[in-house]
């Protein structure tokens, strides 16, 4: 017995059409995450950074693999932390291959669904948009606080940045006045790009939802993306930033060596506490700076939006503090590095602040509009609706016959939650 086809109507012809166009967009949107994240995680398995003491990588290029490092008589030891730091960041982004390969069946589903009627693409895009921001952030954490655990003094961002090239090694290409291309540099130029690019692209779809007695409504993106993209971009810079000048003043590694078997502490220790403060802010700010929150669909309003705000401004009270303790004999003598490393944290947080105060209502939502009223002709109707089926799936023109059609367009960000895919 072949199966009733239902003559759809013009509007529900043109909202097939559009659903279509959405559903395509998260399909390339999340397959470009999927491949970035592949990415990443082959990169992580490269040295990004150089510690006295700690062996790094999976012996790819010449180096020993980490697991040679570990001190089995000195557990504590500061080439097992480094190691076992490693080991982790290499579980965290494997584990997250495997994660976003996951969410191929909901990306590149054709059906409807009765419970998210057609907005699984754009869910399991959402998704591997996280499942992505994770890795780059994991790999960028792990690598930062291997260099500020393990070292135990002050070293600069230069020389633990210094790690074997990949570039070098696989593609020949020699050192051009002593600079080479590191690979932390080459993870965050592939990473950072990937961000912004798929964070924007992705960030204007619609969604479908099915409200009762009015049909299939298209929710559009109600606010803009390029204020979004601006202050994002100026985020993971001030992030980056902080950390490079952070490196060359820390205290950290030395602060907690006795509590590993290293010698004792003989600094200051308010100074490394504060140095620890900034640490822990920065951990949010980089976390933020490379997620996808910025490009949510509701602007400013979304949830999480003022996270970065909240900890640039402890970031500046820890820095600014930690810089009149050092060095109030000594403001602003730009001839000390140590000095002047921390003096531009304190001027990165301040700027960074400022600007999240200047945009913290951006992007904005436009005026709202009268709600046209919606006649008794595109109201719903009872009936007509096809076979109820066993399974989640529908076939995709379910909520397209007469029943759940509708021409009106709707410019909302009260979009569906994010469900655990």
């Not at 130029?189 to 961000?195: K, M, Q, S, T, Y």
């Not at 003043?249 to 200051?268: C, K, L, M, Q, R």
């Not at 490393?341 to 005026?367: D, H, N, Q, W, Y």
């Not at 089926?389 to 960000?413: A, M, P, Q, R």
Request: charged share 20%.
């Amino acid at each position: 017995m072949k199966t009733e086809k239902h003559k759809l109507s013009k509007d529900a012809r043109k909202l097939k059409r559009r659903i279509k166009r959405t559903r395509a967009k998260a399909g390339w949107v999340g397959f470009f995450y999927l491949i970035g994240t592949i990415l990443l995680a082959a990169l992580a398995c490269i040295p990004m950074v150089a510690v006295d003491g700690v062996k790094l990588g999976v012996g790819i290029v010449g180096e020993e693999g980490f697991w040679t490092g570990f001190d089995f008589e000195n557990i504590l030891s500061a080439g097992n932390i480094g190691g076992l730091l490693y080991a982790l960041m290499l579980l965290a982004v494997v584990i997250n291959v495997f994660r976003s390969f996951g969410k191929l069946g909901w990306l590149w589903n054709r059906k409807a669904s009765k419970t998210y009627g057609y907005d699984r693409n754009v869910l399991a895009m959402q998704s591997m948009g996280k499942i992505f921001s994770g890795s780059l952030s994991c790999i960028i954490t792990f690598n930062v606080l291997i260099v500020l655990l393990c070292s135990g003094s002050a070293v600069t961002a230069k020389e633990v940045l210094a790690a074997p090239s990949v570039m070098d090694k696989f593609l020949g290409m020699p050192e051009v006045a002593g600079f080479t291309i590191y690979n932390i540099y080459l993870v965050l130029a592939i990473g950072l790009l990937l961000h912004f690019w798929l964070g924007f692209w992705g960030g204007k779809v619609s969604f479908f939802p099915i409200e009762e007695g009015v049909g299939v409504i298209e929710k559009k993106r109600a606010v803009g993306r390029f204020a979004a993209l601006f202050r994002n971009i100026l985020q993971a810079a001030a992030a980056i930033a902080i950390v490079y000048f952070l490196i060359p003043v820390s205290s950290i590694g030395a602060f907690i060596a006795p509590y590993i078997g290293g010698a004792e502490f003989t600094g200051d220790m308010i100074q490394a506490v504060l140095q620890l403060v900034i640490l822990l802010c920065w951990l949010v700010l980089i976390k933020h700076a490379t997620a996808t929150t910025e490009y949510n669909l509701e602007g400013a309003e979304g949830p999480g939006m003022a996270n970065f705000r909240v900890f640039i401004f402890f970031t500046l009270a820890a820095s600014a503090a930690l810089y009149f303790m050092a060095y109030s004999s000594d403001l602003f003598n730009f001839d000390d590095a140590a000095n002047k490393s921390t003096l531009f944290i304190v001027a990165i947080s301040l700027v960074m602040f400022i600007i999240e105060c200047m945009m913290r209502k951006a992007p904005g939502l436009p005026r709202e509009k009268e709600e046209a009223e919606v006649s008794e002709d595109e109201e719903g109707v009872e009936g007509g609706a096809a076979p109820v089926k066993e399974t989640d799936d529908l076939d995709f023109d379910f909520f397209l016959i007469n029943g759940y059609v509708t021409d009106e367009v709707i410019e909302t960000v009260d979009v569906l939650a994010d469900p655990e895919l």
